[in-house]
C-alpha cells in the first residue's frame, strides 16, 4: 500500500496532524490542570470583573474600576482612529512622494527615494522607539510649540489638533439611514422601470425630510494656548503621537512605491517594429485573389502601437 506515491503522502501527513493535535492536546490539558491545582479560574467571568487598567487617553469613557470588557473595546476604538489617521495621512503622503520620485530634478527624486528605502527596510517597532526617544530632546516646550499648518501645534506635550463636535437630531438621522438604505435596495433591485422611479422619488423625499429634521450642527473648536498648556481642540499624547507618526512614516514608502510602480506602468508601452516577410506577403495576396476576394488583406504597414 505504500508504494503508492498517493497513499503513501496521505499517510504521512495524517500522521503528522496527529502529532500536531495530541501535542495542542497535551499543552491544553496541562494548562488547565495546572491552573486548577493554583485555584485559578478558567473561563471569560473576568471580563465583567473591574479592570483596574489604566489606560492614558481614550475617545470612549472609561476609569480603571471599569470592566475587562469595556477595557478591550476602548482600545478598539483607539485602534480604528489611530488606523484612520494613519490611513489618511500615509494615502496623501505617499502620492506625494511617489510622484516626487519621478521627478527630473535630482535632489527632489533622491531624497524621495531615501524616504522609501529607510520607510522599508526599518522595521517599524525600531521606528517607533527611535522617534519615541528623540520626543524629548528634539520637540520644544508648550509655550514654543511648532506650529504646522491647519491649526496644529507639535511640542513636548504632545499633539494637537483642531476638532468639531456635532449635534443632530436621532430621529432626522435614522429616516435618513432609512431612506438611504431602501433606494439602495430598489435601485440595483430588477424591476419595473416606472416602480423603481417613483420608490426612489419617494426615498429622495424622505432622505431630504431627514436631513431637515436631523439639524446638523457642526462646531470646530480650535487648540489655543493658555497658561502652560493648551486647551481645545484634540489633544494626543506624546505615546499617541509617536504610534501616529512612526506607522504614516512606515506605511508612506510603501504607497509611495506603489504609485511609483503604477506610474512607471503606464508609460512603459512603447512603438514596436514587426517585419514582415515580402514572400508571406506575396503569398497572401495570391491567396486572397484566389479565394475571390475584392480587396486583398493590406500587409504594407511594418509599425503597429503595443
Same mark, same amino acid.
Given at each position: 500500500?505504500?508504494?503508492?506515491?498517493?497513499?503513501?503522502?496521505?499517510?504521512?501527513?495524517?500522521?503528522?496532524? @496527529?502529532?500536531?493535535?495530541?501535542?495542542?492536546?497535551?499543552? =491544553? &490539558?496541562?494548562?488547565?490542570?495546572?491552573?486548577?491545582? $493554583?485555584?485559578?479560574?478558567?473561563?471569560?467571568?473576568?471580563?465583567?470583573?473591574?479592570?483596574?487598567?489604566?489606560?492614558?487617553?481614550?475617545?470612549?469613557?472609561?476609569?480603571?474600576?471599569?470592566?475587562?470588557?469595556?477595557?478591550?473595546?476602548?482600545?478598539? =476604538?483607539?485602534?480604528?482612529?489611530?488606523?484612520?489617521?494613519?490611513?489618511?495621512?500615509?494615502?496623501?503622503?505617499?502620492?506625494?512622494? +511617489?510622484?516626487?520620485?519621478?521627478?527630473?530634478?535630482?535632489?527632489?527624486?533622491?531624497?524621495?527615494? =531615501?524616504?522609501?528605502?529607510?520607510?522599508?527596510?526599518?522595521?517599524?517597532? =525600531?521606528?517607533?522607539?527611535?522617534?519615541?526617544?528623540?520626543?524629548?530632546?528634539?520637540?520644544?516646550?508648550?509655550?514654543?510649540?511648532?506650529?504646522?499648518?491647519?491649526?496644529?501645534?507639535?511640542?513636548?506635550?504632545?499633539?494637537? %489638533?483642531?476638532?468639531?463636535?456635532?449635534?443632530?437630531?436621532?430621529?432626522?438621522?435614522?429616516? %435618513?439611514?432609512?431612506?438611504?438604505?431602501?433606494?439602495?435596495?430598489?435601485?440595483?433591485?430588477?424591476?419595473?422601470?416606472?416602480?423603481?422611479? +417613483?420608490?426612489?422619488?419617494?426615498? +429622495?423625499?424622505?432622505?431630504?425630510?431627514?436631513?431637515?429634521? &436631523?439639524?446638523?450642527?457642526?462646531?470646530?473648536?480650535?487648540?489655543?494656548?493658555?497658561?502652560?498648556?493648551?486647551?481645545?481642540?484634540?489633544?494626543?499624547?506624546?505615546?499617541?503621537?509617536?504610534?501616529?507618526?512612526?506607522?504614516?512614516?512606515?506605511?508612506? +514608502?510603501?504607497?509611495?512605491?506603489?504609485?511609483?510602480?503604477?506610474?512607471? @506602468?503606464?508609460?512603459?508601452?512603447?512603438?514596436?517594429?514587426?517585419t514582415i516577410n515580402p514572400v508571406?506577403?506575396?503569398?497572401?495576396?495570391?491567396?486572397?485573389?484566389?479565394?475571390?476576394?475584392?480587396?486583398?488583406?493590406?500587409?504594407?504597414?511594418? $509599425?503597429?502601437? %503595443?
Amino acid at each position: 500500500m505504500l508504494t503508492n506515491t498517493k497513499t503513501r503522502a496521505i499517510v504521512i501527513q495524517s500522521v503528522l496532524l @496527529a502529532l500536531v493535535v495530541a501535542v495542542i492536546a497535551l499543552l =491544553v &490539558a496541562t494548562t488547565i490542570g495546572n491552573l486548577r491545582a $493554583r485555584g485559578m479560574p478558567i473561563g471569560f467571568d473576568f471580563l465583567s470583573t473591574s479592570s483596574k487598567l489604566v489606560i492614558s487617553e481614550s475617545f470612549l469613557s472609561y476609569d480603571s474600576s471599569q470592566s475587562y470588557y469595556w477595557a478591550i473595546l476602548v482600545g478598539i =476604538v483607539n485602534t480604528l482612529f489611530i488606523s484612520f489617521l494613519v490611513i489618511f495621512f500615509s494615502t496623501v503622503l505617499g502620492l506625494v512622494v +511617489g510622484l516626487a520620485r519621478l521627478s527630473s530634478n535630482p535632489l527632489v527624486a533622491a531624497t524621495s527615494k =531615501v524616504w522609501v528605502e529607510i520607510a522599508r527596510n526599518f522595521p517599524p517597532l =525600531v521606528l517607533l522607539i527611535f522617534l519615541y526617544s528623540l520626543w524629548w530632546k528634539v520637540l520644544p516646550t508648550a509655550g514654543e510649540a511648532l506650529a504646522l499648518p491647519m491649526g496644529v501645534f507639535l511640542s513636548m506635550r504632545g499633539l494637537n %489638533m483642531p476638532s468639531a463636535t456635532m449635534d443632530f437630531n436621532a430621529a432626522g438621522v435614522t429616516l %435618513m439611514a432609512i431612506a438611504a438604505i431602501i433606494g439602495a435596495w430598489r435601485l440595483f433591485k430588477p424591476d419595473v422601470v416606472r416602480w423603481r422611479r +417613483g420608490s426612489l422619488a419617494l426615498c +429622495g423625499a424622505l432622505f431630504i425630510l431627514g436631513w431637515w429634521l &436631523a439639524k446638523f450642527q457642526v462646531t470646530p473648536e480650535l487648540p489655543r494656548f493658555a497658561g502652560s498648556n493648551f486647551e481645545g481642540g484634540l489633544e494626543l499624547t506624546p505615546e499617541l503621537t509617536t504610534i501616529l507618526l512612526g506607522l504614516t512614516i512606515y506605511t508612506t +514608502g510603501f504607497v509611495a512605491e506603489i504609485t511609483a510602480g503604477g506610474s512607471h @506602468a503606464l508609460h512603459r508601452h512603447t512603438p514596436v517594429n514587426i517585419t514582415i516577410n515580402p514572400v508571406a506577403a506575396k503569398a497572401s495576396q495570391a491567396l486572397s485573389r484566389a479565394a475571390g476576394l475584392e480587396s486583398p488583406i493590406p500587409m504594407s504597414s511594418n $509599425r503597429c502601437r %503595443m
